[in-house]
C-alpha cells in the first residue's frame, strides 16, 4: 500500500465533489482543496487567486533564470543614467 502526503488542510471525496463543486471549492480556509479518490489525492483543487499566484510564482522563476543566464553570460555594456 502507498503512502500519499496529502498537502492542504481540507480534503474531499470525488462523489462530494460531483454532489456540490461550488461548496467544496469554497469551502476551502486556504484556498485550496484536496480530492480523493479512494483514500488517494487525484488532484487538487484550487481558487482563481490561488492559481494566479502558482503562475506569478512558476513566471518569476523563468525570470530568474533568463536574468542567471544573462548574468553567467559576462557581456555587459556600461550605462550612465543621465544618458538614459
Known amino acids: 500500500m ?3 502526503q496529502i498537502l492542504t488542510q ?3 471525496s470525488i462523489t462530494d465533489l460531483k ?5 467544496i471549492a469554497q469551502a476551502s480556509e ?6 480523493l479518490n479512494r483514500n488517494q489525492p487525484a488532484f ?5 487567486a490561488l492559481f494566479e ?3 506569478e ?8 533564470k533568463i536574468a542567471q ?3 553567467n553570460n559576462g557581456e555587459f555594456i556600461a550605462v550612465n543614467l543621465d544618458d538614459l
Open 57 to 64: 510564482l512558476a513566471e518569476d522563476a523563468e525570470l530568474g
Open 19 to 23: 454532489r456540490d463543486p461550488m461548496g
Open 30 to 35: 486556504d484556498g485550496a482543496v484536496a480530492i
Open 53 to 55: 499566484y502558482f503562475q
Open 69 to 71: 543566464e544573462r548574468m
Open 2 to 4: 502507498a503512502i500519499h
Open 10 to 12: 481540507q480534503a474531499a
Open 44 to 48: 487538487y483543487c484550487v481558487t482563481p
